[in-house]
């Protein structure tokens, strides 16, 4: 089973013309692909699958996943 996991966008930037983004998962930062999601911007929170931010979600249902994954074992303590 595949996993999407919820963080928020630090810093866009451009890699040979695909659309990037850095992105924070409560601690622990890492690249994105934005080309589904062209419209997003640093401060927002997406869902990332595999690489690729595939949608947008609020801070507060992205907050509550993260605590459900850390939960679970899924994500390392991020405290």
């Known amino acids: 089973m595949c996993l999407a996991v919820p963080g928020k966008i630090t810093e866009l930037h451009d890699e040979g013309g695909i659309p990037m983004a850095r992105v924070d998962f409560g601690g622990i930062a890492r690249e994105a ?4 999601l062209p419209d997003a911007l640093p401060g927002e929170y997406v869902l990332v699958h595999v690489g690729f931010a595939i949608s947008k979600m609020d801070e507060e249902e992205a907050a509550r996943t ?11 303590d991020l405290e």
């Open 33 to 36: 692909c934005m080309a589904y």
């Open 66 to 76: 993260l605590v459900d994954l850390q939960a679970l074992g899924e994500l390392p």
